[in-house]
């Protein structure tokens, strides 16, 4: 290639990073929930500093899906308007819940508060526009309602936790509630033959009963002398729901295994990004439930999972820039 060539193709390279970016789905914002909440497990399980390494990566996905997704909704508002009608918009609240909660967790309140103030924006426009275009024979995207309510719960339980603020923790209890019917609605829309041809995202299946399980446990520790949120009776039937939800996600997260095992689906797809986030959301749940009802043997599980999510995520982030190299090269002006 003459050096007029390669300055040609240098000179290609941005635009060619700006159209493989502009190619990005809503369903991309899988990559973020799966790298909140593995950053979140570690920071459950001690392990700080590799904790905020992944906080940073998700951080910088979030900033750069948030950027292309109000681009859209400036620029190019056909397609905004199509996308939004998709379960994957959906992840759009999901990633910024996550998100949310790993800086209430290092104590960066305000930061946490507008994250749950922007994603309490969204959800309602995009949950009534995902729910009216919902149809029979889906897949495991459909249970993102669930996902994204119950993102929202976590958020809210995790500040009432810290702030002593009564409403917010009943807020993120309706939500809890609301967040399981949604969970209900989907199942009969969900087609179970994705189970064995589904390319990642039929583990939302189990992701979703997995953060309605770390709800429930957050909204359990958010109680306190201060607040006194839950009576006997209220603390109880909270505490068997949260487990209840936690054995279901484990029997889900058993048969998805199980199923990839038998018919192995080898090879990078974006949706993997999908069985990532239930992967790690398992781990999590499964974590902050010992803590929540003082269940220390759960602690040893939990840390296995987790370890087990740092691994697919690895696997999955290979795989992705592996694709996106051979993207951006295929792009590149010759």
């Given at each position: 290639?003459?050096?007029?060539?390669?300055?040609?193709?240098?000179?290609?390279?941005?635009?060619?990073?700006?159209?493989?970016?502009?190619?990005?789905?809503?369903?991309?914002?899988?990559?973020?929930?799966?790298?909140?909440?593995?950053?979140?497990?570690?920071?459950?399980?001690?392990?700080?500093?590799?904790?905020?390494?992944?906080?940073?990566?998700?951080?910088?996905?979030?900033?750069?899906?948030?950027a292309e997704f109000l681009t859209r909704l400036l620029r190019d508002?056909?397609?905004?308007?199509?996308?939004?009608?998709?379960?994957?918009?959906?992840?759009?609240?999901?990633?910024?819940?996550?998100?949310?909660?790993?800086?209430?967790?290092?104590?960066?309140?305000?930061?946490?508060?507008?994250?749950?103030?922007?994603?309490?924006?969204?959800?309602?426009?995009?949950?009534?526009?995902?729910?009216?275009?919902?149809?029979?024979?889906?897949?495991?995207?459909?249970?993102?309602?669930?996902?994204?309510?119950?993102?929202?719960?976590?958020?809210?339980?995790?500040?009432?936790?810290?702030?002593?603020?009564?409403?917010?923790?009943?807020?993120?209890?309706?939500?809890?509630?609301?967040?399981?019917?949604?969970?209900?609605?989907?199942?009969?829309?969900?087609?179970?033959?994705?189970?064995?041809?589904?390319?990642?995202?039929?583990?939302?299946?189990?992701?979703?009963?997995?953060?309605?399980?770390?709800?429930?446990?957050?909204?359990?520790?958010?109680?306190?002398?201060?607040?006194?949120?839950?009576?006997?009776?209220?603390?109880?039937?909270?505490?068997?729901?949260?487990?209840?939800?936690?054995?279901?996600?484990?029997?889900?997260?058993?048969?998805?295994?199980?199923?990839?095992?038998?018919?192995?689906?080898?090879?990078?797809?974006?949706?993997?990004?999908?069985?990532?986030?239930?992967?790690?959301?398992?781990?999590?749940?499964?974590?902050?439930?010992?803590?929540?009802?003082?269940?220390?043997?759960?602690?040893?599980?939990?840390?296995?999972?987790?370890?087990?999510?740092?691994?697919?995520?690895?696997?999955?982030?290979?795989?992705?820039?592996?694709?996106?190299?051979?993207?951006?090269?295929?792009?590149?002006?010759?």
């Open positions: 290639m003459s050096l007029s060539s390669r300055r040609h193709a240098a000179s290609g390279t941005p635009s060619s990073l700006r159209a493989w970016w502009a190619q990005r789905t809503p369903a991309s914002g899988a990559a973020v929930m799966a790298t909140g909440i593995v950053s979140v497990g570690l920071s459950l399980t001690g392990y700080e500093l590799l904790s905020r390494i992944w906080l940073a990566a998700a951080s910088v996905f979030w900033l750069g899906l948030a508002r056909t397609r905004w308007a199509t996308e939004a009608a998709t379960p994957g918009a959906l992840t759009s609240v999901a990633a910024t819940t996550v998100l949310g909660t790993r800086f209430a967790m290092l104590g960066w309140v305000t930061l946490a508060e507008a994250l749950l103030a922007l994603a309490a924006v969204l959800w309602p426009v995009l949950i009534v526009t995902v729910v009216r275009n919902w149809g029979q024979r889906m897949p495991g995207a459909v249970f993102l309602g669930c996902v994204a309510t119950q993102g929202l719960s976590v958020l809210a339980a995790v500040l009432a936790g810290t702030l002593a603020t009564a409403w917010l923790a009943h807020a993120a209890l309706v939500l809890f509630g609301l967040g399981l019917v949604l969970y209900g609605i989907a199942v009969p829309r969900f087609d179970p033959r994705q189970v064995v041809e589904g390319p990642g995202d039929q583990w939302i299946a189990g992701g979703a009963l997995a953060i309605s399980a770390l709800a429930g446990a957050k909204l359990l520790a958010a109680d306190s002398a201060r607040l006194y949120l839950w009576n006997d009776d209220d603390r109880g039937v909270l505490r068997l729901a949260t487990v209840a939800l936690l054995i279901l996600d484990l029997l889900w997260y058993v048969v998805l295994v199980v199923a990839e095992v038998v018919r192995p689906r080898l090879g990078y797809d974006t949706r993997r990004w999908a069985t990532v986030f239930p992967l790690g959301m398992t781990a999590a749940a499964t974590l902050s439930v010992a803590a929540a009802v003082d269940t220390g043997w759960l602690r040893h599980p939990g840390e296995a999972l987790l370890w087990i999510a740092v691994a697919a995520w690895l696997g999955v982030a290979a795989g992705a820039l592996t694709t996106a190299g051979e993207a951006l090269k295929s792009r590149a002006p010759r």
